[in-house]
């Protein structure tokens, strides 16, 4: 994770955990009544719609450009993983103190301490010593060694066959090809994502639900012969859209990122293909589908130096959080021939196809790969507002497309028949859309509660209804109120909730003074 | 699993198996390439659309009936397992070839030589001695010994932390009660529900997807004091409905199952009371709503024997599959205060609550637990028709609501502009239902590709959509054709999918003969 803004005040992280924890979002670690394992988060009612809406914004975004989604088993057998090299390579550095014994990761632990600097692995012990540096709970030195410790959790399949729990999801998506292959009519270029649970574990994880042992991952890959990558059809389609690119040179000169055409970058050499093109624009329309604002989205081009040694041409996405400043939430990577290479070999399948103008060729892939649940946390992070909470008032400032509840639906009264008219209208609403029920307290109240739950709008049942059929249509965001028809209700919402109908034209204005 | 019909043809197995993986529905055992492992799927793009609605209609109906989702881990600390009973208990029994030491589970292997018997557990050494029961592989004895083989599959977190993939959701459910319990504002009765994937070792996985080492559980849980349950507020909006009932005994009787309301069934007993028979009304409506047929269904009471030891009322859910006769699919149980007695005893939290009528009591728990890739697989089961493919074609009947793909879109020519004009329809009809766009091979070819998808309808661009904006819509069952507007497709193909508006009101009606 690259921070390259100062942190922001540890006081709003502190302001935001809370919020999370108390509104029912995201609770944990988790089991909490047995002390709960770091690393482990549970999704609270509200976490969980608001993670399945991300979800569904990703899979429709995909879907409308050409992926098809599958699932691939979380849990895979060893000589997998010795084939991606996740056996040998997946771990991380650490280091342990002579007298707590307490372990840390060295590469972390030198990042903190030296956030300007980018300190290679190799030199880890000599600055370790060179500066002094000791534990950080008992200030004790060091052991002078550096352990690798595995990041894969390991298991045991029927009577004993070793597997691990998937570090990432991709590779269980290069493993059936050979069915893609027939499946897309043995015709490359062709795309497939996955959606999936990962896991990685990590010695001490950190950053709430950034940094979990257990996570959501969402990656899309792209299949393509070398060739077809400099002439990719869809590229035709979104060459004129702009990306807020901040290129290898930008970074080194120490400027900011600048918006400029996918045609723009692509003449500039930013990219070196249209088929890398269209899947950097791909994973920013995956993060602004997602509710991202444009604003807080960067694409960081990896140094030639940082990249994984099979990566062709990598970018990142960076999100600015509140919380933790800009940080590293995507990559999109062209991995070359490299995986469908290593699985051939190592499982004796020729991976290699065939088509009129291509023979015998290993595909070549081009990944996006980022975390469903540092999207969601993304979210929480840039909409909740700790500044209404002075105004007595806390709103969750979500866009509607992500709002985990639509509608709230509230009697004004529970008796006189208010309830079962409330009722009949949620039950009504509930079909298309994700609604709340809610009766108890003052309206006040349930309004108030509503806005901390990023719900934009809520409709108020009360006598008025009972003698004309209308009803309340509240705002979240600007508390104005409307009148409208109970039976107008349905189509109302619906396009107040695609964007379609502005707020104030979706019923008879209600004067200020009238509100209670 | 119950089987008391007996299986159909083989025959027909094989060949629904045959057009589910080479159809793009569900692909392995995987990884295929390497050998793959038994109990393990890939999800295909087709079968992943169709368990993706399947999931979606379940989110649906526990929504619209108040239970909220969470989602809980899937890796677990020991002491959970402990507490739950898993760790000692979650095992099956093993017995072993004296000679080629291939290991059975002996309750599977003398269920099948004896359909008709139950034999329990403490009989099961005994039966194969008496029996004279060789091992199946090379028919040598088998030892002398019966070996409890755990289900669980153990992982290690952080350096040396114990722990299991989870075995079921339901355990995670239970753990974070406090939260829920401030959550619902510290009121009981509330529901929540999770869908996620579990693992449970089996030594011989069979029977496809029917029973994975790795698979997708979908369980709704209702929280509820003890005295709550004979009064229960939704009971009186669904005690008018009718249900498939088979009770004890009919079963002893060796009846049929009957059809009576819930309100009758609670009268007579088959329910003991409000609260459990509205779970087992929602039981079968999450089926119904995934689109099993009515008719394929029953609902089976346990025999006194048959119950686990917690539980206080316990119905199944059946469904009648053509590969394997009816085969259980979904358990309701009230599990009275188990769960929570054994968590707040292992974890040292007091877990009981209070309101105002209720002082420190432990909730109760009753409890829908199900999973989402038998359902899947009862769609593919019930709704695949082998004999289409004596017609010459095969069609998959899903119906329209769980069809993974809503409406290809094809160009009658690549040439001539149609290809742009059909892609163009494609790209809106995409932004509300998954759509193909199939370009190769000849018209008819590609009716028949989306009939066997299970795709409704069919949408060809042709030279008059140049010349008056109309195009053909096909629908897959009748294959009548009507012509439309393409500027009215997008309302149109939406009240078709959701079933108010008939096929043959979507247009002028298109002559046979004009056909092609």
Known sequence: ??????????????????????????????????????????????????????????????????????????????????????????????????????????????????????????????????????????????????????????????????????????TTTYLPFPRYFDYFRKKLPFGVF?????????????????????????????????????????????????????????????????????????????????????????????????????????????ADDEKAFYADDAWDIEVKLNSFGWTEMCGAHDRTDYDLTQHGKHSGRDLSCSDETHKKEVAHVIEIAFGTDRITFALLDNFYNPQDIKEGKTTFHIPTKLAPIKVAVLPLMKKDGLQELSYEIYKELSKEHVCSFDTSGSIGRRYLRAAEDGTPYCITIDYQTKEDGTVTLRDRDTEAQVRTHKDKLADTVRVLLDGTLEFTKAGTPVQKEAKK
Chains 1, 2 share one sequence.
């Not at 056996?87 to 972390?108: E, M, N, Q, W, Y």
């Not at 030195?141 to 990432?168: C, W």
């Not at 950053?207 to 959501?216: A, D, H, S, W, Y």
């Open 194 to 302: 996955q959606i999936g649970k990962a896991y990685r574990n990590e010695v001490s994880p950190r950053q709430f639900t950034l940094r979990m042992r257990e996570f959501t991952q969402a990656e899309g890959q792209l299949f393509i012969f070398k060739d077809q990558k400099t002439s990719y059809a869809p590229y035709e389609r979104i060459k004129k859209d702009k990306l807020p690119l901040w290129n290898a040179k930008l970074q080194r000169e120490e400027k900011k990122p600048k918006k400029k055409s996918v045609e723009e970058a692509l003449a500039d050499g930013d990219f070196k293909n249209q088929a890398y093109a269209f899947t950097v624009w791909l994973s920013y329309k995956l993060f602004t589908n997602s509710g991202v604002p444009e604003e807080n989205i960067r694409l960081r081009q990896h």
């Open 1 to 170: 994770m690259t921070q390259t803004a100062p942190p922001a005040p540890a006081e709003f992280m502190q302001d935001l955990i809370a919020f999370i924890q108390s509104k029912g979002f995201i609770w944990g670690p988790s089991p909490e009544i047995y002390g709960g394992l770091s690393g482990f988060y549970d999704y609270a009612p509200l976490g969980k719609l608001l993670k399945n809406n991300v979800e569904q914004a990703i899979r429709d975004t995909f879907q409308v450009n050409g992926f098809w989604e599958v699932e691939c088993p979380t849990v895979v057998p060893t000589k997998v993983w010795e084939a991606s090299g996740h056996l040998g390579g997946f771990s991380d550095p650490l280091i342990v103190c002579t007298k707590c014994k307490a372990s840390f990761r060295v590469d972390k632990l030198l990042e903190e301490l030296f956030p300007d600097k980018r300190i290679p692995a190799d030199k880890f012990l000599a600055t370790i010593e060179k500066e002094g540096i000791m534990c950080p709970t008992c200030h004790s030195a060091f052991e002078k060694e550096i352990k690798q410790h595995s990041l894969m959790m390991k298991t045991k399949v029927g009577l004993d066959i070793e597997a691990y729990n998937r570090p990432e999801t991709a």
